[in-house]
């Protein structure tokens, strides 16, 4: 069991024979391949489960891709924009190690909010340390970006995470003064928007009501009830009332706030389901939404242009945050 080495890095073991390979969770799931995934070569267990083999040349060109291109490239970037960039590295907001963020500054500061990026992973993998160059691009146009870690499920429960951010985004509003605009991708596309409806009273006496005004969601998952029918529940371990409990798109809607709903455009069908769902609901509550379909993008990709800052997403983040 690859897991068992590691459930946030990802693995692949690559068979002699080259038409074989063994995988962990973050690799499936970097990969998009569920339980529901009909896609031959992923092998399965009597109950259907995914095991993490791989067979033919299609499933494991994806894998690789993965874990090299979007792995260890996206690792290599992020380490060397820690190197060169103005930063605190491992500010803690809680009691363990996970709970930290680093933070990225500008040479100039010109908004007037902090951006908190919060990664993906499906909420069971990955760390902040693969996403440091996410904040280039904002960092250039004058804006500082906070990027978070939390503890991942199984060894907490789903709704623990939604705590462990409230308390990232109050611990920096408490520090510097200023309004948190909340930016995720997948699973942090989905702590985002529980943020932006968060009722700040009932966190913290003294938080202001609107200390996140905005979130901008990147293929983000705001129903979580459908996910309780796949293999990414195995980690979850969501019951049908707690994924609707956890899930933003049945909490009150924050009225009179922004949310930006937006999803990579070679996507499939539920993000951009879950995307317009959010937007049209929220929308017709008095919330201020907008939807948006990235051209030419998968749900790995959509996150890149971040670290350029003329890139329209990186934009749209920075006008946000009043720059």
């Known amino acids: 069991d690859l897991d068992a080495v590691s459930s946030t890095r990802m693995i692949v073991v690559a068979h002699v024979s080259g038409h074989i390979q063994n995988v962990n969770t973050p690799v499936l799931a970097a990969c998009g391949f569920t339980r529901d995934s009909n896609i031959d070569g992923l092998l399965r267990d009597p109950s259907g489960n995914l095991t993490g083999e791989l067979l033919g040349p299609a499933v494991m060109g994806r894998a690789s891709r993965a ?21 605190e590295l491992g500010v803690s907001y809680g009691e363990s190690e996970r709970q930290r963020y680093d933070l990225f500054k500008p040479e100039t500061m010109r908004g007037n909010a902090i951006v908190l990026f919060i990664h993906g992973g499906y909420w069971q993998a990955l760390d902040r340390s693969f996403f440091s160059h996410m904040a280039r691009g904002l960092n250039r146009r004058g804006i500082p970006v906070a990027v978070v870690g939390y503890d991942l499920c199984p060894q907490v429960e789903l709704g623990h995470i939604v705590w462990e951010i409230q308390q990232a985004a109050a611990a920096l509003w408490q520090r510097y003064s200023l309004p948190v605009v909340a930016s995720g991708h997948s699973a942090g596309g989905h702590l985002a928007a529980c943020l932006l409806a968060t009722n700040w009273a009932n966190v913290e006496e003294g938080l202001p009501e609107h200390l996140v005004p905005a979130a901008y969601g990147i293929s983000g998952l705001y129903n979580l009830k459908p996910l309780t029918e796949t293999s990414i529940n195995g980690a979850l371990k969501l019951s049908f009332e707690a994924a609707e409990r956890e899930s933003p798109l049945f909490w009150p809607a924050p009225s009179g706030l922004v949310m930006d709903a937006v999803v990579g455009g070679e996507e499939s069908e539920e993000y951009f389901k879950q995307s317009r769902r959010i937007v049209d609901v929220w929308g017709l509550s008095g919330v201020q939404t907008r939807y948006e379909e990235i051209v030419g993008a998968n749900h790995f990709t959509v996150i890149g242009g971040l670290a350029d800052p003329e890139n329209a997403m990186t934009r749209r983040i920075a006008e946000l945050a009043g720059a």
Do not use: K, Q
């Open 67 to 87: 874990a090299g291109d979007a792995g260890l490239m996206r690792e290599m970037d992020a380490e060397a924009y820690r190197a060169e960039a103005l930063c």
